[in-house]
């Protein structure tokens, strides 16, 4: 598909533009894959701390996304330029405009739904999903091959979750009997997923014992990730791979959960948290905080130690 470039900045009014409007761009690449080459049918971006690395006469591209102070840095490349205030941002609207991948309203062969269960329009559902009873999935939503979604849960609107997860089974949830054994709690609640959320491939997440876990609004969750009974995890969070969060933990709006990240169980996540790689968590946090290391704590408190430590060494 030929995109001409004057379609494309009609787009973005509030961008400044630096070349040849009619030309056409087929292509979205990586600025080091352009670098050394001619691909004048393709867009790219590039950030400012880049800029004072690269040679200009090395580019050769049909559309350079780059803020001012970079345009001023690199402006005699090849390439027609698209100045924005936030490079990063116009690019990832311009991928979203034109390359997105638009799935076919669709229930593969393969899939196995249950009679009961409820599905709204424009869903593609790919194959060997298993959707068992009485589950609610609403519209504009794309469940991928291999994912099993267990009784009941319900889905909102323009969900996309990837492939080989599985939602709302029962959580790792037991008590000692009378002979001391160990013996399953049941799952009475169930999995609540809410509108734009998108959950990446290798995912598990637990149904409530008895309230429900629930997903927020426009909520990203990344590969390998475990997120345990009766978790909330509020809106506009990213949950990044291999991260754990423990049953009954409430995850604040507008969190950032690193890679790797632990989170004890019925821990309450402040909204604007941010943690670092590999943080594990023990203990409530306050709002637009920065939790780090093991046990985690706040960037302030890890300077202070980092001082102290460095006067005992003396």
């Not at 794309?142 to 959580?171: E, F, K, S």
Request: aromatic content about 6%; hydrophobic content about 35%.
């Amino acid at each position: 598909m030929k995109i001409r470039i004057k379609d494309v900045i009609s787009k973005f009014p509030e961008c400044e533009f630096h070349g040849n409007e009619l030309e056409t761009i087929e292509n979205a690449t990586g600025l080091h894959e352009a670098l050394g080459n001619s691909l004048k049918n393709s867009i790219s971006w590039i950030s400012d701390k880049f800029t004072d690395s690269i040679e200009p006469g090395g580019i050769n591209l049909g559309l350079l996304v780059l803020s001012k102070l970079s345009y001023q840095k690199i402006s005699s490349a090849n390439c027609n330029f698209l100045v924005s205030e936030n490079p990063r941002s116009t690019f990832v609207k311009i991928l979203s405009i034109y390359f997105k991948k638009n799935w076919s309203q669709k229930i593969e062969s393969s899939a196995i739904i249950h009679p009961s269960v409820k599905i709204g329009s424009n869903c593609y559902i790919g194959h060997h999903v298993v959707v068992e009873e009485n589950c609610t999935i609403g519209n504009n939503n794309v469940i991928l091959h291999n994912t099993t979604i267990l009784a009941n849960t319900v889905i909102g609107n323009n969900v996309i979750i990837g492939c080989n997860n599985t939602i709302g089974n029962y959580g790792f949830g037991y008590d000692k009997d009378s002979d001391n054994d160990y013996q399953l709690m049941q799952h009475l609640g169930k999995v609540v997923i809410k509108d734009n959320v998108e959950i990446h491939n290798n995912t598990c997440i637990d149904r409530g014992v008895l309230s429900d876990t629930e997903i927020h609004e426009n909520v990203k969750i990344d590969n390998l990730v475990h997120i345990a009974h009766g978790v909330v995890v509020e809106r506009n969070s990213l949950v990044i791979a291999n991260a754990m969060i423990g049953g009954s933990a409430r995850i604040g709006e507008n969190t950032w959960i690193a890679p790797s990240v632990s989170i004890k169980n019925q821990i309450h996540i402040a909204k604007n948290t941010n943690t670092g790689i590999g943080a594990v968590i023990l203990k409530d946090t306050t709002e637009n905080s920065l939790m780090i290391g093991n046990p985690a704590i706040t960037m302030d408190e890890h300077k202070k130690w980092s001082e102290a430590r460095k006067r005992f060494l003396k």
